[in-house]
T-cell receptor, first 115, second 115 residues
Framework: GAGVSQSPSNKVTEKGKDVELRCDPISGHTALYWYRQSLGQGLEFLIYFQGNSAPDKSGLPSDRFSAERTGGSVSTLTIQRTQQEDSAVYLC?????????????FGPGTRLTVT | AQSVTQLGSHVSVSEGALVLLRCNYSSSVPPYLFWYVQYPNQGLQLLLKYTTGATLVKGINGFEAEFKKSETSFHLTKPSAHMSDAAEYFCAVSVSDTGRRALTFGSGTRLQVQP
């Protein structure tokens, strides 16, 4: 596609349930990032993929959070046993690391509400 | 570690007036600097970036920013505000020392444009 897409756009779940959030990056982009945007914490980095590997998971807030990327393309962020503090907008971004070009292109986000 | 400070969580200007959104950064290595705009219920859109070279960079929608190393600043300006500029603006920094080049964001500035 022309841009980064994310699904679902909105997700309401009950506390304690697991959720999966999907990101389709721009075709050919090698790096993929997940960020979280919440009222209390602003925009914060969660995890980064280079190809299918995740060399940096330092931003994941707890072991309930995990992510994978397959085929160097689609990524899934999974939150297990959701808590109310997980409510936020989850943003995905991708980038193509060419010389002098490091801008990240963002998807529209998934708004997660944990009730 | 790097950080970004955006002075003023809310800025209000009249239509046609100068827009000035302030951003200061902290980084131990040469930074890459970005301004993103977020319209309601949308993802982040890149306005402009500084990586190397010319310190005055021009972006979309008539915005520009100047990298001032001595002041560790990257303020965003637009000579004449338009109603459509009302949105939230985020300054971000990225550094390459960790390899991941994840973005560290400021807390954002909400721009209001009065008719």
């Amino acid at each position: 596609g022309a841009g980064v897409s994310q699904s679902p756009s909105n997700k309401v779940t009950e506390k304690g349930k697991d959720v999966e959030l999907r990101c389709d990056p721009i075709s050919g982009h090698t790096a993929l990032y997940w960020y979280r945007q919440s009222l209390g914490q602003g925009l914060e980095f969660l995890i980064y993929f280079q190809g299918n590997s995740a060399p940096d998971k330092s931003g994941l807030p707890s072991d309930r959070f995990s992510a994978e990327r397959t085929g160097g393309s689609v990524s899934t962020l999974t939150i297990q046993r959701t808590q109310q503090e997980d409510s936020a907008v989850y943003l995905c971004a991708s980038t193509l690391w060419t010389s002098g070009s490091y801008e990240q292109y963002f998807g529209p986000g998934t708004r997660l509400t944990v009730t | 570690a790097q950080s970004v400070t955006q002075l003023g969580s809310h800025v209000s200007v009249s239509e046609g007036a100068l827009v000035l959104l302030r951003c200061n950064y902290s980084s131990s290595v040469p930074p890459y600097l970005f301004w993103y705009v977020q319209y309601p219920n949308q993802g982040l859109q890149l306005l402009l970036k500084y990586t190397t070279g010319a310190t005055l960079v021009k972006g979309i929608n008539g915005f520009e920013a100047e990298f001032k190393k001595s002041e560790t600043s990257f303020h965003l300006t637009k000579p004449s505000a338009h109603m459509s500029d009302a949105a939230e603006y985020f300054c971000a920094v990225s550094v390459s020392d960790t390899g991941r080049r994840a973005l560290t964001f400021g807390s954002g500035t909400r721009l209001q444009v009065q008719p």
